[in-house]
């Protein structure tokens, strides 16, 4: 039975593996294709934030996701194929290894912010 997200090393791991999958995905690696290792280094810390605050409402994330895929989708256009391939792999990864309200709260958020980002981009 798998457990369900319950700390910092929990959301790290997904964080991690989705992106992994991201790097090597056909239609959606093309965002992240020029990012130099200490930009990807900021981004993971800065997902890391986001998703604790998220589940665990620890009050660490500051910043402005809309804000950033508007800068995003200016350079690259980003569109529904690409936020529909984008939560498909994000959903995977947290159900390879968790289960429970967490991991529930983890996928509903994404989908959300999935669904803002296409009306507001």
């Known amino acids: ?3 369900d997200i319950n700390n910092t090393t929990d959301i790290k791991k997904v964080v991690d593996q989705f992106y992994a999958k991201v790097k090597s995905d056909e239609t959606i690696r093309h965002f992240f294709n020029n990012m130099r290792e200490e930009h990807w280094q900021k981004h993971l810390l800065v997902m890391y934030a986001f998703w604790e605050n998220v589940l665990f409402h620890t009050g660490e994330y500051n910043g402005n996701p809309l804000e950033t895929h508007r ?3 200016q350079q690259n256009p980003v569109g529904f194929v690409h936020f529909h391939r984008w939560l498909s792999l994000f959903t995977a990864t947290v159900d390879e290894s968790f289960a429970g309200k967490n991991a529930d709260k983890m996928k509903e958020h994404a989908r959300g ?3 803002v980002m296409q009306q507001k981009i």
């Open 1 to 3: 039975m798998k457990q």
């Open 71 to 73: 800068r995003i989708h």
């Open 113 to 115: 912010i999935a669904a």
